[in-house]
């Protein structure tokens, strides 16, 4: 959603109250999911097909939503 809204390459970070003083930088959207997948893997919390699956699931449900929810009424997007 937010790379559809956005686009894919833009610049952001991340930082959380769990993790003070640490900020996690990307350079698109693609790359933090990626960096997400990847993390569950390698934690050993998922299997890399169940995330791969997942990661398609969400880009077709965003899709969904785009096509279906988000319409434009007179012209503006609300």
Same mark, same amino acid.
């Given at each position: 959603?937010?790379?559809? &809204? &956005?686009?894919?390459?833009?610049?952001?970070?991340?930082?959380?109250?769990?993790?003070?003083? #640490?900020?996690?930088?990307?350079?698109?959207?693609?790359? *933090?999911?990626?960096?997400?997948?990847? *993390?569950?893997? &390698? !934690?050993?919390?998922? &299997?890399?097909?169940?995330? +791969?699956? !997942?990661?398609?699931?969400?880009?077709? +449900? *965003?899709?969904?939503?785009?096509?279906?929810?988000?319409?434009?009424?007179?012209?503006? #997007?609300?």
């Amino acid at each position: 959603m937010l790379a559809a &809204f &956005f686009g894919d390459a833009t610049s952001f970070s991340v930082s959380s109250e769990l993790t003070p003083g #640490v900020t996690r930088y990307y350079t698109s959207f693609s790359g *933090a999911v990626d960096e997400v997948r990847d *993390a569950r893997v &390698f !934690g050993g919390i998922h &299997f890399r097909s169940a995330c +791969v699956d !997942g990661q398609n699931m969400g880009r077709r +449900v *965003a899709q969904y939503v785009l096509d279906n929810s988000l319409q434009r009424v007179h012209g503006i #997007v609300e």
